[in-house]
């Protein structure tokens, strides 16, 4: 299995400087303000939409959904990093590998950012599919990038995906369990005419 | 850089959310009474805002200049927090004349926002609860 995250690796990797155009590409969304910053401009946008309060209301619960999940999907990366350190692959392999990102520190399993990119798009999936599916999009790109750029092997992103994607689904139950909690901020929110 | 990034996510989230407003229709919001100039604004604010912050290469360390993950997420939301601020204030103020026109509703939470000003919405309120 590890072997064939390294070769899959080194297969992604090796597509990193033949051209610049897409180098370019791969470092801008791999980086952690691009695709971060329009994720949540999707959010701020389904904070909005519907045609009605009861539709608004689900995208709006979706969004909670997506920012508790994150949440918990930053918390579950940071107990793995305290049990489990994972070279990155340019640690592992100096000199093997096309590294067109800055050197991160924390370890290479779980990626950070295919938790937090997956809990935001499941998130917001279970309120508006047509949103989910975009976000679903960013997160495999800037997931797909991270391992162009070097800083993660696939096996990484695909773990980190995991868990945001079970850190969403967790996020839902426990909204649900706190009911009504949260309607009392919704409904607090619309009489303050900002929900 | 701490500046750079909160100037550019204000400055994106101010475009999106006159997007937001003509899309949903909510007059209240909106800066522009011709609801094509607010799609012109969005796509400016924002085309100009990704293109000014990622003029340069952005991928630095937290440790050489760059911010990490709390500070991303504290500026992220104090510029999205003044860029909503500062629509129901700009709003409000542009279209202070034209939401006084507008019958009395008893509409709650957006939905008011289609035929009224943020803080004519307020006032409406807090006369009802009185």
């Known amino acids: ?195 | 850089m701490r500046g750079e990034y909160f100037l550019f996510v204000f400055s994106v989230s101010l475009g999106v959310l006159q997007l937001v407003a003509a899309w949903v229709r909510l007059d209240g919001l909106s800066f522009f009474r011709r609801r094509y100039l607010n799609y012109i604004f969005a796509a400016a604010m924002v085309g100009i805002s990704y293109w000014w912050f990622f003029r340069v290469d952005r991928n630095i360390p937290d440790t050489a200049g760059g911010l990490s993950g709390p500070l991303l997420f504290s500026f992220l939301l104090a510029a999205l927090a003044l860029a909503i601020f500062l629509t129901l204030i700009i709003s409000s103020a542009i279209n202070a004349r034209w939401g006084k026109s507008n019958p009395e509703d008893a509409k709650e939470g957006f939905e008011a926002l289609r035929s009224t000003t943020y803080f004519q919405a307020i006032k409406k309120g807090l006369r009802r609860n009185r």
Request: glycine share 10%.
């Open chain 1, 1 to 195: 299995m590890v072997s064939l995250d390294e070769r899959l690796f080194f297969l992604i990797n090796g597509l990193a400087g033949r051209s610049e155009a897409v180098d370019g590409f791969m470092k801008l969304v791999g980086g952690e303000y691009f695709i971060p910053v329009a994720i949540v401009m999707v959010l701020l946008t389904m904070w909005f939409l519907g045609k009605d309060i009861q539709s608004r209301e689900k995208n709006q619960r979706a969004v909670w959904y997506a920012l508790v999940g994150v949440g918990f999907a930053c918390a579950i990366v940071a107990i793995f990093n305290c049990f489990y350190d994972r070279l990155r692959p340019f640690e592992a392999y100096p000199g093997d590998v096309t590294l067109l990102f800055y050197q991160p520190t924390d370890p290479s399993f779980p990626a950070n950012v295919a938790a937090v990119g997956f809990a935001f798009a499941m998130g917001a999936w279970f309120g508006n599919r047509k949103a989910g599916y975009v976000l679903f999009l960013f997160a495999i790109l800037w997931s797909f990038a991270r391992v162009y750029v070097g800083v993660h092997y696939p096996l990484d992103v695909l773990g980190g995906g995991a868990i945001g994607i079970l850190a969403s689904l967790a996020a839902r139950g426990f909204l649900r369990l706190i009911e009504p909690l949260p309607t009392w901020i919704l409904k607090g929110l619309r009489k303050l005419y900002l929900a």
